[in-house]
């Protein structure tokens, strides 16, 4: 009875010391170590700083990844800039130079009632071998067969817009010239009363420094009344 009385107290306090060692146990796991690493000495909270040193450090292993994707954006940048601006676009093709100019005229198909000439179509060539421009309306005056510095300029009226017309080499600028009809037969009359006058030449004057040029008509003479001339400016089509 002894043996078994010493055995129960035995078993106890067994019991007890388990029971003790838990509630240390957790007092420890619950202290102020865990939840505050600047305090207290045990082994917890020795570690949570180095764990939170390890995740600050993360970052810092992953910083240079957003300069080194910068890098390409601004050499993409740098090396894009020569292919646009004024180089690529090229500059505007100079104003045709007078001696760079064939001059050529004809009869044209849609003209005034008479007997007269009426109208002409006057071409000009780039017989250059570079791209030239040409733009404006002309001056007119008729002219013999001489020099053309002696000649009649006519009252000019415009008609439409002048807009640049560029030509490459053999390409055409054209301009129409329409008349005061003379009327009549032989040597024929005027409506004014005025005296026709026919010249053999006109001499044109081109705006921008392209010159003056004397042109004859394929056939015939440029016969006219009042001394007048209607004019388009430099076109890009033939008129008709």
Known sequence: ???????????????????????ALLATACGPGNDEPSGGGG???????????????VPSAKSPAPTKAGTPSTGAATSAAP?????????????????????????AKS???????GAAIVAFTNASTHPCTLQGFPTVAGAANGSPDHNAPLA?????????VHLAPGGKAWLKLTF???QGEADGYCVSGATPVAYPTLVLG?????????VALDDGLFAECDNKVTTTALLATSPS
Do not use: F, N, W
């Open 206 to 214: 081109l705006p921008g420094g392209a010159g003056a040029h004397q």
């Open 111 to 117: 003209r005034p009632e008479g007997t007269g000439l």
């Open 156 to 164: 000019v009226t415009h008609t439409g817009t002048a807009a640049p």
């Open 180 to 182: 005061v009809q003379v």
């Open 83 to 107: 292919s646009g601006g004024p180089t690529s676009s090229g500059a505007a093709a100079p104003t045709c130079a007078p001696a760079e100019l064939k001059v050529d005229a004809h009869q």
């Open 43 to 57: 082994t917890a909270a020795t570690a949570a700083p180095t764990v939170a040193a390890t995740a600050t450090a």
């Open 1 to 23: 009875m002894q043996d078994m009385r010493y055995g129960t107290k035995a078993r106890r306090a067994a019991v007890v010391a388990v029971s003790a060692a838990a509630v």
